[in-house]
């Protein structure tokens, strides 16, 4: 049952437009806004003046270091933390936690329509994958106006419903753009979403087979870092055993992962993984499923160490990267050339395998 709701909930994350940035939306101090006045309240204005023209990129105000907060209401997993890992010109990617999962997606705010270009499940780490397309999913299109309409990829429609509807959320009532998805695939499922001006996505409602379920904004705080909680491995010629350390690391938007990696392994470590002056130039995850790390020659240079320390110090790096990836191989190399010291040749394609087992946690 947990995974078949776990199931609905990627569903609906995959077809929301979430927010990813946030600013002063306007709340409706009015008369719940049903009045029609919608004078100051981020509304269309009266009959006496031109109507207004509203663009897609007042409803998506990108923004760096935000952090929202999403309750949920009729699944376990409908509640959902959202943060910003990068934001480059009119792109950005975001990362949303609900409790059971990690996923990412990049959205693009154009001059006429927000798209949803990528979106991956089950992604732990960080990793800019702001230029990858999986996708093309118009989320908002202009003109926005009532009976706006436009076809996804699925054959799923798409229509705006509404323009200036009350929208009651746990940080108030704000006028909302209301978009409302037929899904192709299954008939009778349904989902409308929310947009208020200079906010985002305030709120989503999933139907399906009786089911309801919804995602209203409660909260979103601005200056924010992501924290994650990622175990940092030593090894000890002493005993010849391997420590671990879990240490709460935080990002800012655009941050460097392997710069902040580098940096925390260094910081107060119990022995002695990247010596003082290594730099790790590149890391990333390969399409073939393993971790690419290139690091600088001093990690040879400064180290000081036998073949079994060496060793040992190789495989602290494996187990550190490669538990923060997810992945069990990695492929190191030493300033873009094949690792190579006095005590240790990796052959062209050798990668190093992550083994835990008998890691000890230090006290």
């Known amino acids: 049952m947990k995974n078949s709701k776990l199931f609905i909930v990627f569903l609906v994350l995959a077809m929301i437009f979430v927010a990813a940035a946030c600013g002063n939306g306007q709340t409706d101090n009015g008369d719940n806004g049903d009045n029609g006045d919608n004078g100051d309240n981020g509304g269309n204005g009266d009959g006496d003046n031109e109507p207004i023209v509203l663009n897609v990129e007042d409803y998506y105000p990108l923004r760096e270091n935000v952090h929202y907060v999403y309750e949920g209401m009729g699944n376990e997993f409908a509640s959902y933390d959202l943060y910003i890992d990068y934001l480059e010109g009119n792109k950005v990617q975001s990362r949303i936690n609900n409790g059971g999962s990690e996923t990412i997606q990049v959205i ?5 329509k927000i798209t949803k270009l990528y979106f991956e499940g089950e992604v732990y780490y960080r990793e800019n994958k ?14 926005i106006e009532v009976g706006n309409s436009w076809t996804l990829e699925d054959g799923s429609v798409r229509t705006i419903t509404s323009i200036d509807v009350s929208v009651t ?11 409302s998805t037929e899904f192709a695939q299954v008939e009778g499922q349904t989902s409308t979403d929310y947009y208020a001006k200079d906010l985002g996505l305030i709120k989503s409602v999933f139907k399906t087979e009786g089911e309801e379920i919804t995602s209203t904004l409660k909260n979103m705080y601005e200056d924010v870092k992501l924290t994650q909680h ?9 005993d010849e055993t391997y420590y671990y350390q879990t240490k709460p690391v935080e990002f800012e938007t655009n941050d460097i992962t392997r710069k902040v990696l580098e940096k925390e392994y260094k910081n107060e470590s119990p022995s002695t993984v990247l010596t003082e002056n290594t730099e790790i130039n590149w890391l990333y995850l390969n399409n073939d499923g393993m971790v690419y790390i290139d690091v600088s020659g001093d990690f040879v240079t400064e180290m000081n160490a036998g073949a079994a320390y060496e060793s040992m110090i190789l495989q602290a790096l494996a ?11 990695i492929l190191l190399t030493l300033d ?28």
């Open 169 to 179: 959320t746990p940080m108030g009532v704000y006028k909302a753009i209301e978009v």
């Open 130 to 143: 702001i230029n990858k397309v999986n996708r093309n999913e118009v989320l908002l299109a202009e003109p």
């Open 230 to 238: 990622i175990m940092f491995f030593y090894p000890s010629l002493d």
């Open 336 to 363: 873009g050339d094949l690792y190579e010291s006095g005590h240790i040749l990796l052959q062209q394609g050798e990668y190093l395998t992550v083994n835990m087992e008998d890691a000890e946690e230090l006290e």
């Open 108 to 112: 693009e705010v154009g001059d006429d």
């Open 319 to 329: 187990n550190t990267i490669g538990n923060y990836y997810g992945v069990e191989r």
